[in-house]
């Protein structure tokens, strides 16, 4: 009985320490056009994202 609360509990500490880590940036990739014929579509394709991105970031800026 003591070894598995022994185990439980180094199971909770090596959780809650794996949650110190730093935080990874997320990396948003856009494939579109931004030149020649199609160059308004891959603008506005990219001005969609990164409204979206900025909207998902600050919430409340709506």
Known sequence: M???LVKILAAML???LAACA???P???GF???LSDRN???GQAGQN???LAVEQ???PAQK
């Open 48 to 50: 969609g994202v990164i």
């Open 2 to 4: 003591k070894t598995i």
């Open 22 to 24: 730093q935080e990874q």
């Open 56 to 58: 998902f970031i600050n």
């Open 39 to 41: 160059s308004d579509n």
């Open 14 to 16: 090596c959780a809650l």
């Open 31 to 33: 494939i579109g056009g």
């Open 26 to 28: 997320i990396r948003v």
